[in-house]
Antibody, heavy 122, light 106 residues
């Protein structure tokens, strides 16, 4: 079964750090670009970051650039998101999502995890 | 950055109704437009990619059309399980989502 399982969420104080992980199974992880998408409580979806299949190229939303770092370990089928200098507005459910259908580099997100909640509050 | 605007933000409809949701891009995105469905407490689910290609396993009552800046998602006959929030997403340059359209029971 194709599956993505996020972990690492929790409560953190403003200015603090957190590292999210996403464990992939059921597909050849090293062949696909991966993404993080977040959703604040009661709000819409916001794309956060992407990484290509090799890990060489990374991309970020302006709202997190310079504070978040996306990475992957293809030997362990794991995607990560290091989040530093967290703000209240980073409070959200964070999903990892696999790119996989459509034209390469323009492909849609065909597999999503269940999400992990990050709460930034003092 | 490319902005995506959906309309309406919400709608009320009955089972069996034909429903159309519109998504407009702030610049041309060719056909790099995807549609997702999200139910409360669940992860989004891909419905349509590349503007009009139905994702595997998605019922054919869902269809998509458009190119350039204007796109539509149509549900030909609304079913009870279709009450959800729908998001468009551009994949032309990076990724941006629309603000969502909530489809509620009338």
């Amino acid at each position: 079964e194709v599956q993505l399982l996020e972990s690492g969420g929790g409560l953190v104080q403003p200015g603090g750090s957190l590292r999210l992980s996403c464990a992939a199974s059921g597909f050849t992880f090293s062949s696909f670009a991966m993404n993080w998408v977040r959703q604040a409580p009661g709000k819409g979806l916001e794309w956060v970051s992407a990484i290509d299949y090799s890990g060489y190229n990374t991309y970020y939303a302006d709202s997190v650039k310079g504070r978040f770092t996306i990475s992957r370990d293809n030997s362990k089928n794991t995607l990560s998101l290091q989040m530093n200098n967290l703000r209240a507005e980073d409070t959200a459910n964070y999903y990892c999502a696999k790119q996989g259908v459509g034209e390469l580099k323009h492909d849609a997100f065909d597999i999503w995890g269940q999400g992990t909640m990050v709460t930034v509050s003092s | 950055d490319i902005q995506m605007t959906q309309s309406p933000s919400s709608l009320s409809a009955s089972v069996g109704d034909r429903v159309t949701i519109t998504c407009r891009a702030s610049q041309s995105i060719s056909s790099y437009l995807n549609w997702y469905q999200q139910k409360p407490g669940k992860a989004p689910k891909l419905l349509i990619y590349a503007a009009s290609t139905l994702q595997s396993g998605v019922p054919p009552r869902f269809s998509g059309s458009g190119s350039g800046t204007d796109f539509t998602l149509t549900i030909s006959s609304l079913q009870p399980e279709d009450f959800a929030t729908y998001y468009c997403q551009q994949s032309y340059s990076s990724r941006t989502f629309g603000q969502g359209t909530k489809v509620e029971i009338k």
